[in-house]
C-alpha cells in the first residue's frame, strides 16, 4: 500500500522567503507525481507534474523535484508573496494499470505581508 | 481556460435520503473521477470512468454510490441512502487522451455534502 507523507504540516514565513515543502511516498514505483495547489473551499489546481522518468519540473517560481529511489519530492517556492498562501498538496499515480492518485494531507501554507 | 463544473455548490440532505451531484467535465477529455475530502483529511480516490464504464474504483465507493454519465456531457455521482459519515466534499475530475495528457487531471470546484 502506497503511504504519502507531507511536511511540514503548517507553515507560515515572512513575505519574500524562499520556502521547501517535503512529500515523501513509500513505495517507489510510480508513474508521476503532481504538486496541487488548494484554496480554502475551493477545487485543486493543477501547479507541476512530474513524470517518474524526470527530475525536476520548473513554473515560474516553482520548481518541483523527485527522487525515486529515496521516495521524495520538494516543492520550491522562490520569493513568496501573499498569494501563495493555500494547501500544498502532493499526489501520485502509482501501481499497474490503476488510475487513482493518492494524495498526501497537505501542507497549510501562510505568508505573511 | 476549460474547467470542470460542478452543482451544487452546497447540499443538506437528511440521513437516508438520495442524492445526486453533477459535474461538468472539459469536453474532449475521455477519464471522468469522483474524489471525496472529509474535512480535516485526505482527499480520496472513489472511482475512475472511461469508455461509459467504470474503469477503477475504491473500496469506500460501495454499493451506495453509483456514477452515470447520462446524456455525453454530464458525469454524475448519485448516493442512494445518505449517512452522516458521507458529509465530505466531492471533487469531480476529467483528464485527456493517454500519454501525458491524461495524467492532467483538471478538478471542479467541488460540492459540499452536508447529512444531517
Known amino acids: 500500500k502506497q503511504e504519502v507523507t507531507q511536511i511540514p504540516a503548517a507553515l507560515s514565513v515572512p513575505e519574500g522567503e524562499n520556502l521547501v515543502l517535503n512529500c515523501s511516498f513509500t513505495d517507489s514505483a510510480i508513474y508521476n507525481l503532481q504538486w496541487f495547489r488548494q484554496d480554502p473551499g475551493k477545487g485543486l489546481t493543477s501547479l507541476l507534474l512530474?513524470?517518474?522518468s524526470q527530475r525536476e519540473q520548473t513554473s515560474g517560481r516553482l520548481n518541483a523535484s523527485l527522487d525515486r529511489s529515496s521516495g521524495r519530492s520538494t516543492l520550491y517556492i522562490a520569493a513568496s508573496q501573499p498569494g501563495d498562501s493555500a494547501t500544498y498538496l502532493c499526489?501520485?499515480?502509482w501501481g499497474t494499470g490503476r488510475r487513482a492518485l493518492t494524495f498526501g494531507s497537505g501542507t497549510r501554507l501562510q505568508v505573511q505581508p | 481556460e476549460p474547467e470542470v463544473t460542478q452543482t451544487p455548490s452546497h447540499q443538506v440532505t437528511q440521513m437516508g435520503q438520495e442524492v445526486i451531484l453533477r459535474c461538468v467535465p472539459i469536453?474532449?477529455?475521455?477519464?471522468f473521477y469522483w474524489y471525496r475530502q472529509i474535512l480535516g483529511q485526505k482527499v480520496e480516490f472513489l472511482v475512475s470512468f472511461y469508455n461509459n464504464e467504470i474503469s477503477e474504483k475504491s473500496e469506500i465507493f460501495d454499493d451506495q454510490f453509483s456514477v452515470e454519465r447520462p446524456d455525453g456531457s454530464n458525469f454524475t455521482l448519485k448516493i442512494r441512502s445518505t449517512k452522516l459519515e458521507d458529509s465530505a466534499m466531492y471533487f469531480c475530475?476529467?483528464?485527456?487522451?493517454?500519454?501525458?495528457?491524461?495524467?492532467?487531471?483538471?478538478f471542479g470546484a467541488g460540492s459540499r455534502l452536508t447529512v444531517l
Open positions: 469536453s474532449n477529455h475521455l477519464y
Open positions: 499526489a501520485l499515480h
Open positions: 475530475a476529467s483528464s485527456g487522451r493517454l500519454g501525458s495528457g491524461a495524467n492532467v487531471l483538471t
Open positions: 512530474i513524470q517518474s
